[in-house]
């Protein structure tokens, strides 16, 4: 994240000097209009995936202190879908019930966060183990 050269705002006011034969100003503006929405949504994603992460991670915190399951009138923790993991919903589903152990809570919260952090923040493996978008 921190090699980021370009906000959108610095797209968005970039002014190109025209020369003779340059390129047509109206096809770049529109191109880099397109970038822009693209950045900027790539923003978003990165932010409510942090702020995911963030949930989750408390959720982890709490769960530990406890040291009890969640019981069922507790709502469940569920990714947000973004990602369309297929395997997701049914793994939320069993360790979510009341049969699974606080071992299992946490190994499957663990997973999860860890999960969110390669997608958010990149990761070492290589691309088959992550979806991209």
């Known amino acids: 994240m921190n090699n980021i050269q370009f906000t959108p705002k610095d797209i968005l006011e970039k002014a190109f000097t ?4 340059g390129y047509d100003p109206s096809e770049v503006d529109t191109f880099l209009d397109g970038i822009i929405k693209d950045y900027q ?6 932010s409510r995936l942090s702020n995911e992460n963030s949930q989750l ?3 982890i915190k709490r769960l530990k202190s406890q040291g009890v399951q969640p019981s069922s009138d507790e709502p469940s ?13 049914s793994s939320n589903h069993e ?3 009341g049969n699974s152990s ?6 499957e919260l663990l997973k999860r966060v860890s999960n969110l952090e390669q997608r958010v923040f990149g990761t070492t493996e290589g691309p088959s183990s992550v979806d991209r978008y």
């Open 102 to 107: 606080n071992n299992d809570v946490e190994n």
């Open 18 to 21: 025209q020369k003779m034969r």
């Open 41 to 46: 949504e790539f923003e978003d994603n990165i």
């Open 95 to 97: 360790s979510f019930s």
């Open 77 to 89: 923790i569920r990714p947000s879908g973004y990602f369309n993991d297929d395997n997701t919903e």
């Open 57 to 59: 991670k408390m959720e």
